[in-house]
């Protein structure tokens, strides 16, 4: 099975401060991977999928980047409302797996 | 806007089947992928498996063979079993619709206690 590994596993961030999530997948997964939102005692939301594409609706502070191995996910300005853990998932082979997921909190 | 809403019983005894059945409304069964994941505290999120394209099937390898996904069409449902369960089933299982890669709608989820 293709693992991915994201850390930090929680972070601690204020308002207004940009936020960085890295997943690394244990083969090359081109970019097969997405990014969840996932708020307390709700099911996941699917914000990136394809390493980089926007969902509709999704805010433009939400941001993906990379290929093959390594992935970074950005919140460029951290509102109130992202609290939450974010998981990371790849489609490059099967089975589909997730990350560990990242907590972040609001300072 | 489509709905997926899980059902099923929330306690399954050790050994025996856990069933259970996702009703989607606002939207057909149709050319999408109807998949099974759940979240465990040990186990963090695991994609158990789905069905896709008139019944086709894909699971996860480490169920040991032990789940079945099916679509019930003219109801607008499909249903997972997981026979021979233990304790480490335990979870709040989800299902959703999506691509081949993706969840893209979420039921609410719906948690399933392994207990005698």
């Known amino acids: 099975d293709i693992q991915v590994t994201q850390s930090p596993s929680s972070l601690s961030a204020s308002i207004g401060d940009r936020v960085t999530i890295t997943c690394q997948a244990s083969q090359d997964i081109d970019t097969y991977l997405n990014w969840y939102q996932q708020k307390p005692g709700k099911a996941p939301n699917l914000l990136i999928s394809?390493?980089?594409n926007l969902e509709t609706g999704v805010p433009s502070r939400f941001s993906g980047s990379g290929y093959g191995r390594d992935f970074i996910f950005t919140i460029s300005s951290l509102h109130p409302e992202d609290l939450g853990t974010y998981y990371c998932q790849h489609h490059g082979a099967l089975p589909l797996t997730f990350g560990g997921g990242t907590r972040v909190e609001i300072k | 806007q489509v709905q997926l809403q899980e059902s099923g019983p929330g306690l399954v005894k050790p050994s025996e089947t856990l069933s259970l059945t996702c009703t989607v409304s606002g939207g057909s069964i149709g050319d999408y992928f109807w998949s099974w994941i759940r979240q465990s505290p040990g186990k963090g999120l695991e994609w158990l498996g789905y069905i896709y394209y008139g019944g086709h099937t894909n699971y996860n390898p480490s169920l040991n063979s032990r789940v079945t996904i099916s679509v019930e069409t003219s109801k607008n449902q499909f249903s997972l079993k997981l026979r021979s369960v233990t304790a480490a089933d335990t979870a709040v299982y989800y299902c959703?619709?999506?691509?081949?890669?993706?969840?893209?709608?979420w039921g609410q989820g719906t948690l399933v206690t392994v207990s005698s």
């Open positions: 394809g390493a980089s």
């Open positions: 959703t619709r999506g691509t081949i890669g993706a969840a893209t709608n």
